[in-house]
C-alpha cells in the first residue's frame, strides 16, 4: 500500500477520529478515505489547540492529531507544538517535509530538526518500510509518561512509495508506573503528622483519571486542596476543603493556606516556576509526586519524591495511610477556616461581581455566566491575559475536565481553538471560551472554522476597546499615540461568517443573551457573545 494509506491506517488503528489541518498535506486525502475526519482551519497554530483540546478533555486517551504543509505551514505551526510542550499536552503533529534532498538544505525548514527543541520527540520518516516502527515510537511517546508533542515528518517526495502488506502494526501498549514503597511509607508519616497540610493538585491528576483518590486522600486527613491551572477540576471547588486554584489571580485562601503550611504535597504536578502560577513559599516541607523524574528539584527543593503516575501514586499513599488512619478526620475546623476565608474574599469582590455599571464590569459578565449555564455539563477555558486573571479565581469547577487551564506559555487566541476541540470530542457539552479583544485579534478569522465546520461552541468576548493589562506599563505610548487601542464590532462578524452574534451593552442584558447563545449552541450554531466592557485592570493578586 502507499505511504499515505499505511500512515492513515495506523492513526485508524490508535482511535484517530478527527484530523486537524490545513493544506497542502496529503495526508488529509487519505485520512478522509479511511474514514477519519479532516478539520480544516483558518491557520495552522489553532488546528494544533484544537488538537490539543481532544488530548486534554479524553485524558490522553483519544489522541489530537495536525498536519499541514512543509516550509511555511509548519513555520506557522511552530507556536501551536510549543503551547503543547509547555503545556504538556501529547499532541501528533504530521508536517510534511521537503524532499528529502532539499531537506538538509538552508533556508528549507526542516520540521524534525527545528521542532525537536521543544518536542517529546521529533523523527522524519525516510524509509517506507520503516513506517510501522516510527509509528510504534511516535504512539508509545504520546501514551506513556508525561505528555508533549511528537513530530513525525513525511518529506513530500514519499507519497507514492509503497509500504510492504501486510501492515505489520498493532496499537502500542499505555502503561504506568508507580513510586518507591519506602518513599511512600515515608510521604504517609509526614502527612499523617502534619499540622497544616496542603494539597497542590496539577494535569497529572487528570491524565491519570485520579479524581476520587484525590477526593479520599483530602478528606481522610483533612487535608485543603489548591490546584494548578492545568489541575482546576481535579477536585471540586464546591468541596468544603477547596482552596480554588493557583495562577496569576487567586483567591484569598490559596496564599493564606500555603503561607501557613507546614507540609505541601504536590500531585501530578511540575512546581514550574512561572508568573502564570501561584509562587510556593519558601522554608515549607515539600512532597512531590510527578511523573518526571527531571522535574523533581527544579524550582522547588523537595524532601520526598514519589515518582509515577498520580493515580498509582495516591492509592498506594492511601494504602498506607490507612493502616494507621482508617477513617476520615474531622474536617469541620479547616472546612470553616476555608469558607471564612472565601467569604472576607468574596465580600471584597462582590461590588464587581454584581456591580451594575455601564460599560458592563467584566466580573459581572462571567458572574452571571456562572450561574447561567449548566456547569455540570460545561467546559469552558479562558484566553491569555484579563480573561484568564478575572474567570479563574471566581469559576467553581465541580466536575473533573470542565475546565481547561493553562498559563505556563501565554499565547493569545489559545481558547478559541481548545473550545472547538473540546466540543469536536465531547460534543454533547456546552464549550464555551472567554477572550478579550486582543486575543480575538490574533485567532478570531477561525470562528469561521467553528461554522463551517459545524462546531457549536459558546465565544464570550470581553471587549474594552482597549489592551488593559498594558495601560500601567505603557502610559506614555497610550497618551501620546493611543498605542493600546483597538476596536471591532465582533459580533458583526461572527454574524457575517454566518454564525449567531449578539452585542450586550447593559446589565440586565447579560443573562437574557447567554440563555440565547445556549439555545442557539444546541440548535447547532456557532454562538459569538460581545460585552461592551470597561478598562478593568483589578485582578485577585496574593495579599489582596
Not at 504530521?94 to 518536542?119: T, W
Not at 487528570?206 to 489548591?226: C, D, F, N, S
Not at 512546581?271 to 512531590?288: D, L, Q, R
Not at 447563545?517 to 496574593?542: A, C, H, M, W
Amino acid at each position: 500500500m502507499k505511504l499515505g494509506t499505511a500512515i492513515a491506517e495506523i492513526m485508524k488503528r490508535e482511535g484517530i477520529e478527527i484530523l486537524c489541518g490545513y493544506p497542502v498535506n496529503h495526508l488529509i486525502e487519505h485520512a478522509a478515505k479511511a474514514e477519519i475526519r479532516p478539520v480544516m482551519v483558518r491557520q495552522e497554530r489553532v488546528g494544533i489547540h484544537m488538537a490539543d483540546a481532544i488530548s486534554r478533555v479524553t485524558s490522553g486517551r483519544r489522541i489530537g492529531a495536525f498536519c499541514m504543509q512543509h516550509g511555511p505551514g509548519a513555520e506557522n505551526a511552530m507556536g501551536g507544538v510549543a503551547q503543547c510542550f509547555g503545556e504538556s499536552v501529547p499532541v501528533l503533529v504530521l508536517p510534511m517535509g521537503y524532499q528529502r534532498r532539499l531537506s538538509h538544505i538552508e533556508p528549507n525548514f526542516n520540521s524534525s530538526e527545528v521542532m525537536k527543541a521543544f518536542a517529546k520527540s521529533s523523527e522524519p520518516i525516510i524509509l517506507a518500510a520503516e513506517v510501522a516502527n516510527i509509528f510504534r515510537r511516535a504512539f508509545t511517546r504520546l501514551k506513556n509518561g508525561r505528555g508533549g508533542p511528537v513530530i513525525v515528518e513525511i518529506p513530500a517526495d514519499m507519497w507514492n512509495e509503497e509500504v510492504p502488506e501486510p501492515l505489520d502494526y498493532t496499537p502500542v501498549l499505555r502503561t504506568r508506573y508507580g513510586a518507591d514503597p519506602v518513599h511512600v511509607k515515608e510521604a504517609a508519616a509526614l502527612l499523617i503528622k502534619a499540622k497544616r497540610p496542603v494539597i497542590y493538585a496539577g494535569q497529572g491528576v487528570h491524565y491519570a483519571k485520579a479524581w476520587p483518590q484525590l477526593k479520599r486522600l483530602a478528606e481522610r486527613l483533612a487535608i485543603p486542596v489548591t490546584t494548578s491551572l492545568g489541575g482546576k477540576s481535579s477536585f471540586p471547588e464546591t468541596h468544603p476543603l477547596s482552596l480554588g486554584s493557583g495562577g496569576l489571580a487567586v483567591p484569598r485562601a490559596v496564599p493564606k493556606f500555603l503561607g501557613e503550611a507546614d507540609v505541601i504535597f504536590g500531585i501530578g504536578c511540575s512546581f514550574t516556576e512561572t508568573s502564570f502560577g501561584v509562587a510556593m513559599p519558601k522554608g515549607k516541607t515539600i512532597i512531590h509526586a510527578t511523573l518526571d523524574p527531571d522535574h523533581l528539584n527544579k524550582d522547588v527543593e523537595a524532601r520526598i519524591g514519589l515518582v509515577g503516575d498520580a493515580g498509582l501514586v495516591l492509592d498506594a499513599l492511601l494504602e498506607e495511610i490507612g493502616k494507621t488512619v482508617a477513617t476520615n478526620r474531622d474536617a469541620s475546623a479547616v472546612a470553616a477556616e476555608i469558607a471564612a476565608s472565601h467569604k472576607e474574599w468574596l465580600a471584597k469582590w462582590m461590588p464587581k461581581l454584581t456591580s451594575n455599571d455601564a460599560p458592563l464590569n467584566p466580573y459581572r459578565v462571567l458572574w452571571d455566566l456562572q450561574h447561567t449555564v449548566d456547569s455540570r455539563n460545561t467546559i469552558i477555558t479562558h484566553d491569555a491575559g484579563s480573561p484568564r486573571d478575572q474567570l479563574s479565581p471566581f469559576w467553581k469547577a465541580v466536575e473533573p475536565l470542565s475546565y481547561l487551564g493553562w498559563g505556563k506559555t501565554t499565547q493569545l487566541g489559545y481558547g478559541l481553538g481548545l473550545a472547538m476541540g473540546a466540543k469536536l470530542a465531547k460534543p454533547d457539552k456546552l464549550c464555551i471560551n472567554v477572550w478579550g479583544d486582543a486575543a480575538i485579534g490574533f485567532t478570531g478569522m477561525d470562528f469561521e472554522t467553528a461554522v463551517r465546520e459545524r462546531i457549536p461552541i459558546l465565544s464570550i468576548l470581553l471587549n474594552n476597546f482597549s489592551m488593559a493589562i498594558e495601560l500601567k506599563v505603557m502610559p506614555v505610548s497610550t497618551e501620546k499615540y493611543r498605542s493600546t487601542d483597538i476596536s471591532g464590532d465582533y459580533a458583526a462578524m461572527a454574524r457575517a461568517f454566518g454564525g449567531h452574534g449578539e452585542r450586550v451593552t447593559k446589565p440586565e442584558d447579560i443573562v437574557p443573551a447567554i440563555r440565547r447563545g445556549i439555545q442557539k449552541t444546541k440548535d447547532g450554531v456557532p454562538t459569538l457573545l460581545e460585552f461592551i466592557t470597561s478598562k478593568e485592570t483589578e485582578v485577585s493578586r496574593p495579599g489582596t
